[in-house]
């Protein structure tokens, strides 16, 4: 067994959540008393700065794509939570906007990051959803895998 | 002033317009009201759903293919003197972990579709764990541990 290495002024780790590939660990930090998300490299315990995120704590409820280029969690917007979507690689932040005035409670991420389930409150009840993101974002799928071109036709 | 709030109007619609927002799933989502009183502690895997559903009073851990939209059998999971607090499922849906409470302790335990066992996984130092997450393969489990009322997380490399 391990222990994830804290960071200097983690006081405490909370909620965590690894990407498919077994390479990320995202976990909520208490930094001088704002719950944070932090990303670590499993293999190094290098931790990767998440400037989309900076701000609109408290944190909670992270998720990881495959490779960890998305990462999901709820944060605060004002008075109210609300899930995002913060892509690695070009730095883009998506919302998750809920009608009906539902809250999100917790969310998660399929690995290859084309579906979301989210826990909401609902009238004073936990419900369940899910949303697709295939218009959304780009898949995050494990290295070598085969794409689906169509096999090459022989030649007659 | 006018052609600023204009522009910014008209970007607004384009991108209210784009289509490139989460859509929900209604056949999904409906089922997923069905026949539960509350759900929470959703876990995706690629094809898999795992949460826990209430259904008279009682939490179960429930694991829906989305493929048909049903949920199948995990023999030897629910166990009536057990409550889950929290789970997570790998990527090919064979693996779930579980942290369950039961007689006032609440462990660790692996689950393994196909051979339908649950495995307790002892914490090294003891701790109480709470939140849990497997990698895609399953073969790799980060938890939430409370000891001496801080919270760590360990990595733990299963076989």
């Known amino acids: ?156 | 002033m006018k052609m600023v709030s204009l522009s910014l109007g008209l970007l607004i619609l384009i991108a209210g317009c784009s289509g490139e927002r989460p859509r929900p799933r209604p056949e999904l989502n409906g089922l997923l009201r069905q026949s539960v009183s509350s759900r929470r502690d959703p876990s995706l895997a690629q094809v898999w759903l795992a949460s826990l559903g209430k259904r008279g009073g009682r939490e179960r851990i429930e694991l829906i293919d989305l493929r048909n939209r049903r949920p199948v059998p995990l023999p030897g999971l629910n166990r009536a003197d057990a409550q889950p607090i929290s789970l997570s499922v790998s990527g090919d849906g064979a693996r779930i972990a579980v942290v369950q409470q039961r007689d006032d302790r609440t462990e660790l335990f692996l689950y393994r579709r196909n051979a339908a066992a649950l495995q307790r996984i002892p914490l090294d130092p003891p701790g109480v764990p709470r939140s849990v997450s497997l990698d895609g393969s399953g073969r790799l489990l980060a938890v939430e541990v409370s000891r001496n009322g801080r919270w760590d997380v360990d990595l733990i490399r299963l076989p």
């Open chain 1, 1 to 156: 067994m391990e222990r994830a290495s804290g960071g200097l002024l983690a006081t405490s780790q909370q909620d965590p959540a690894l990407s498919g590939n077994g390479k990320w660990l995202a976990v909520i930090s208490d930094l001088r008393g704002r719950q944070t998300v932090q990303l670590r490299n499993v293999i190094n315990g290098s931790i990767q700065a998440l400037p989309q995120l900076k701000r609109h704590q408290p944190h909670s409820s992270p998720s990881l794509s495959w490779n960890g280029r998305y990462i999901a969690l709820i944060t605060q917007h004002g008075r109210r939570r609300m899930a995002v979507i913060a892509d690695r690689l070009n730095g883009r932040l998506h919302p998750i906007q809920l009608p009906g005035g539902r809250d999100p409670i917790q969310v998660s991420l399929a690995p290859d990051a084309q579906t979301l389930a989210l826990q909401v409150t609902d009238q004073g009840l936990w419900r369940v959803e899910i949303f697709d993101l295939s218009d959304v974002l780009e898949i995050d799928r494990p290295a070598g895998q085969a794409l689906s071109t169509p096999p090459l036709t022989p030649a007659p």
